[in-house]
């Protein structure tokens, strides 16, 4: 004999499968917003010059 189902259990287990993906991509969005931000604040590498840097 099958089990009666259990609407409330079954839908509590969706509702946190569902919150813990959200905060997996909010986790995820934060990262990289911390990444393209530090990239932003991190001054330029100098570009080599083109006349000085190869001796003729």
């Known amino acids: 004999m099958a089990f009666k189902p ?3 259990q079954q839908r509590a287990e969706r509702d946190r499968n ?4 959200k905060d ?3 986790r995820e969005r934060e ?3 911390q ?3 530090t990239e ?3 001054p330029p590498a100098p ?3 083109a ?3 190869q001796p003729a």
């Open 6 to 8: 259990n609407y409330n």
């Open 18 to 21: 569902k919150q813990a993906k």
């Open 24 to 26: 997996n991509k909010l």
């Open 31 to 33: 990262e990289a917003a």
């Open 35 to 37: 990444r393209r931000k």
């Open 40 to 42: 932003l604040d991190a």
């Open 47 to 49: 570009e080599p010059d």
């Open 51 to 53: 006349e000085g840097s």
